[in-house]
């Protein structure tokens, strides 16, 4: 697994994959490595038949072995690869090691009381893979930077939404505790599936602060570095697609399996690179 990152990319099928696959081919190779080093730092902590115990062994051995990787000598191929995008591109260290404790942080917590410390989780697991990306592609302004932080936040609330049951199911509720009390919603009740108008306006209340990152975002991205921020900006757009079916389904995730389909994917990542092709 850990051999072929393009490999990992292609069978996921995910988003990344479909919004990043036009780039050119050196910068396409480079985002397949970072895209295979977040899958596998994922997956680390995803496997259910493991301990935690396990799980924060191997997610230690992963960071021994990044580290080895700064100077080519880590054991695994993956990590060296990653470590040559790392200094072609010159991408910061500390997000890859600021997805590690975001990793670690599913481990440590399995819910959320306030708004704040989600915000944290939020910007390990996802802000920081905006915050490599955005050296791979290239950018004239720093705003962009806030740009890729924000970005991050609102795809990552967007997938909690959509993954409210799933995780719920696995012992993980990420909704905000101060914000279901809000709304006189019970994490039982969550566990159990009850679907009724305070679940909705919970769920709506929290869509509203995705919608207000994804505006965030839009008011840091400047118009002349719009061309080489094609891919990220197709992530954008797949995700308001997500986002606004989840409001259309009146978030009714318990019963409906909400998504963007491959089709749509595909259709959303190629008319974003198609109005920026002329300029990239």
């Not at 935690?52 to 062994?57: A, H, N, S, T």
């Not at 072609?88 to 009381?113: C, T």
């Not at 915000?119 to 890729?148: D, W």
């Amino acid at each position: 697994m850990l051999n072929d990152s393009k490999k990992i990319s292609k069978e996921s099928k995910s988003s990344f994959y479909y919004a990043f696959n036009l780039l050119p081919a050196d910068k396409r190779d480079a985002m397949n490595d970072i895209y295979a080093f977040c899958r596998y730092t994922d997956d680390i902590v995803d496997n259910g038949n493991e301990s935690d115990e396990l799980k924060y062994e191997k997610l230690r051995k992963w960071r021994v072995e990044l580290e080895r990787a700064i100077t080519f000598q880590s054991n695994l191929p993956l990590l060296n690869k990653v470590s040559k995008s790392i200094q072609k591109y010159n991408i910061p260290l500390e997000p890859f090691y600021e997805l590690i404790r975001g990793m670690e942080m599913d481990l440590q917590h399995k819910r959320y009381f306030t708004f704040n410390d989600l915000q944290t989780y939020c910007y390990r697991v996802a802000s920081t893979v905006g915050l490599m990306c955005i050296e791979i592609f290239g950018y004239k302004h720093p705003s962009i930077k806030n740009y890729a932080v924000n970005l991050g936040m609102a795809l990552q609330l967007t997938n909690i939404l959509r993954d409210v049951k799933t995780d719920a199911a696995n012992g993980r509720i990420y909704l905000p505790k101060e914000d279901m009390d809000r709304f006189n919603y019970t994490e039982q009740e969550l566990i159990n599936n009850v679907y009724n108008n305070n679940f909705v306006l919970l769920m709506r209340y929290e869509a509203s602060k995705a919608r207000k990152y994804f505006e965030e975002a839009d008011k840091n991205l400047r118009f002349d570095d719009k061309p080489a921020m094609f891919a990220a900006r197709a992530m954008q757009h797949i995700y308001c697609r997500l986002l606004a079916k989840l409001e259309t389904e009146n978030f009714n995730v318990f019963d409906k399996n909400i998504k963007v389909s491959k089709i749509d994917k595909t259709f959303l990542a190629l008319g974003v690179w198609a109005k920026y092709k002329l300029v990239y």
